[in-house]
């Protein structure tokens, strides 16, 4: 397949991808679009620079999609329009690759699931996530057994976004908005998608229900008093989305997971990801493997602690094949090299017309954790069904997996 791309969404996530990765894979770009026109502009600029003819430059993705010289289409635009725009992609039979964020609707989620299923049309759900060293081992350790049965995962989305969010006006960000008139978990999929490939999710086995407690939004009025006293708009708003967010979901074959959204107040950053077996775990936060065997177990004084930070000492032994390739080449890119694997994935799929590692089922069952985090949160705490959005094939040999 000779890709031709329509990159659309051009902000800092968008320019980067296109620059660094895209571009840097030497992919041809046939066409830039942001709504900010100036985006859109350095777009092609990157495009030029990069060494390629300058590119289509549109302010409306509708004329990307109606644009004959791209066959593919990049959505990194603002989280309320990526499912629009992938469905219009996918009727207009151009290839797919969605960048993340949290549904608003449920019937988002079965529109994008119908969109694929009517038009087969190539789609990958763009959370990088999956792709990241650590999360590669521990899979390839659960799928060697070495964890025993899996019974509990856990993940967060832990990041100090308060800047991010209070200068969203300045900076053209989506974030804020949201902010301000969602309480939900809005940013699921950089937790949940490793912890989905583990549990093996819409692949024999998947998530039943979910129950979800916010608490109280102070983070965001606290830094804004501290750090912009002269902002009177935002001095005088009440946010909505609360600070810490809490989802326990139950899976149909008995596992649990919980995810964390916690954003704004100060904290480090972590994924938090944690995984739980009958002979043993692993943790993110203290990059940690502790193993029911006599020669990982440290004596009782220690509680443990010897065990702290020793994830390096498997790597010979359990790094994932794909990260094993991938460090003999050089590791590339942004976010850790988890970007460029990504995206070489993905152009190696389209090229080969192979199945896509996180499909349309993973993007939907994933996306719907924030429209239903949100459905629990307005009734108390309410335990809230999870659609499944395979219509029963998950429990079959259907759905192709990596």
Known sequence: ?????????????????????????????????DSYADRAENGAELVTKAGQDRPHVYTDAEDVIRDEEVNTVIIASAWESHVEIAIAAMYAGKAVAMEVGGAYTLNQCWDLVKAYEETKTPFMF?????????????????????????????????????????????????????????????????????????????????????????????????????NKPEDEFLKNQIFTQGDVVTTVIKCAKGET???????????????????????????????????DREEDIAHDFDWGKTNINNAHLYEEQYEHPVWKEYLAEGVQGTHDGMDWLEFRTFFRALRENAPMPIDVYDAASWMAITVLSEMSIARGGAVVDIPDFTNGKWDSEILPRE
């Not at 704004?264 to 493997?289: I, K």
């Open 1 to 33: 397949m000779d890709i031709k791309i329509g990159f659309i969404g051009l902000g800092s996530r968008g320019a980067n991808l296109l620059e660094d990765i895209v571009l840097g894979q030497g992919e041809h770009v046939t066409a830039v679009c």
């Open 126 to 226: 763009l959370e990088n996530c999956c792709f990241g060293r650590r999360e590669m081992m521990v899979l390839n350790m659960v799928q060697q057994g070495v964890f025993g049965e899996i019974v509990h995962c856990a993940g967060g989305y832990q990041h100090d976004l308060r800047k991010e969010v209070t200068f969203g006006k300045e900076n053209r960000h989506y974030r804020l908005r949201n902010y301000l008139s969602r309480n939900c978990d809005n940013y699921p999929t950089h937790d949940l998608g490793p912890i989905a490939k583990i549990l093996n999710i819409n692949h024999g086995n998947r998530m039943l229900t979910l129950t979800s407690t916010a608490s109280k939004a102070s983070g965001l009025r606290d830094y804004i008093l501290k």
């Open 257 to 291: 997971i919980v995810l964390t959204l916690d954003t704004t107040l100060p904290r480090y950053y972590t994924r938090n990801f944690t995984v739980r077996g009958t002979a043993g775990m692993y943790e993110e936060v203290t990059d940690s493997v502790f193993l």
